[in-house]
């Protein structure tokens, strides 16, 4: 399980209520992930903050860093099937506090064997002002 940091942008969604509006997403994927939300489903995409997650491990609650201002996130990874039997990774952020519910749609979306090679991590969004170590390490 890796422990480095994963820059995110933290995003709001229109039209739904403020929980399922929120979304956290990869950095390195954001602005396509934009686009196709924009252009295919006609959502638009208001950007919130952009940070990092980490995991949850005991260096994260770390002197001077507020608790109370990390966000839970959870880290959901499979491996979907791929062309001639290879395995793609897929790997999402979830909020928490619905993270039940998001897990068991995002998975309706995949070949039910993905579900073997689940592994949710729990962690954090971090506020960039909090994340600066894990942002430099």
Excluded: N
């Excluded at 952009?50 to 491996?79: K, M, Y």
């Excluded at 090679?117 to 170590?133: D, I, K, N, Q, W």
């Amino acid at each position: 399980m890796s422990t480095h940091p994963v820059p995110l942008v933290r995003c709001l969604l229109d039209g739904e209520d403020e929980v399922e509006r929120v979304r956290y997403v990869p950095a390195a994927e954001f602005e396509l992930w934009r686009y196709f939300m924009e252009t295919r489903h006609s959502r638009s995409v208001t950007v919130d903050e952009v940070s990092v997650w980490v995991p949850e491990t005991p260096s994260v609650f770390v002197d001077g860093i507020d608790a109370d201002a990390l966000q839970p996130v959870v880290r959901i990874r499979f491996d979907k099937p791929g062309p001639q039997g290879t395995a793609i990774p897929v790997e999402r952020f979830l909020p928490a506090e619905c993270s039940v519910e998001a897990k068991s749609a995002l998975l309706s979306h995949f070949d039910p064997q993905c579900r073997w090679s689940l592994e949710a991590t729990p962690g954090y969004f971090m506020p960039v002002h909090a994340a600066r170590r894990w942002i430099t390490t």
